[in-house]
C-alpha cells in the first residue's frame, strides 16, 4: 500500500508565500519523477512543476521565477514554495508520484495522486 499525504495550503493575500509538502510513504522501491498540478474550478488539470530524481526541474511559464519544486529523496517528500503569489494562483494543487513499488517477482510501476489542497490567494 503506497499513499501520498499532501498538506500546506490555506487563504494568503496577493504577494505573499505559501509552501506545500507531499510526503509518499508504503512500499516503495523509489520514486522517478515527483510533480505539482493544479485545478482552478472550470478549467483542466495542469502541469504546474516537476522534479526527477536526478533534481532536473521544469516549470511552467506562468509560474517560472515565482514557485520553486524541490524534493527530500530520503524522505520521499516534495515541496512547492510558491512566492509572488496571484488571485490567479487559486486552485486545488495536487501532488503526483511516479515510482516504482515493492511487488513480486520484481517492482512493478505506479502513478500516484494526492487528495488535493486548496490555495487561495485573495485579499
Known amino acids: 500500500q503506497v499513499q501520498l499525504v499532501e498538506s500546506g495550503g490555506g487563504l494568503v493575500q496577493p504577494g505573499g508565500s505559501l509552501r506545500l509538502s507531499c510526503a509518499a510513504s508504503?512500499?516503495?522501491?523509489?520514486?522517478?519523477?515527483m510533480n505539482w498540478y493544479r485545478q482552478a474550478p472550470g478549467k483542466e488539470r495542469d502541469l504546474v512543476a516537476g522534479i526527477t530524481n536526478g533534481g532536473s526541474t521544469n516549470y511552467a511559464d506562468s509560474v517560472t521565477g515565482r514557485f520553486t519544486i524541490s524534493r527530500d529523496n530520503a524522505k520521499n517528500t516534495v515541496f512547492l514554495q510558491m512566492d509572488s503569489l496571484k488571485p490567479e494562483d487559486t486552485a486545488v494543487y495536487y501532488c503526483?508520484?511516479?515510482?516504482?513499488?515493492?511487488?513480486?517477482?520484481?517492482?512493478?510501476?505506479?502513478?500516484?495522486w494526492g487528495q488535493g489542497t486548496l490555495v487561495t490567494v485573495s485579499s
Open positions: 508504503g512500499s516503495i522501491f523509489s520514486i522517478n519523477a
Open positions: 503526483n508520484v511516479v515510482a516504482l513499488v515493492r511487488s513480486s517477482p520484481m517492482p512493478r510501476p505506479l502513478e500516484l
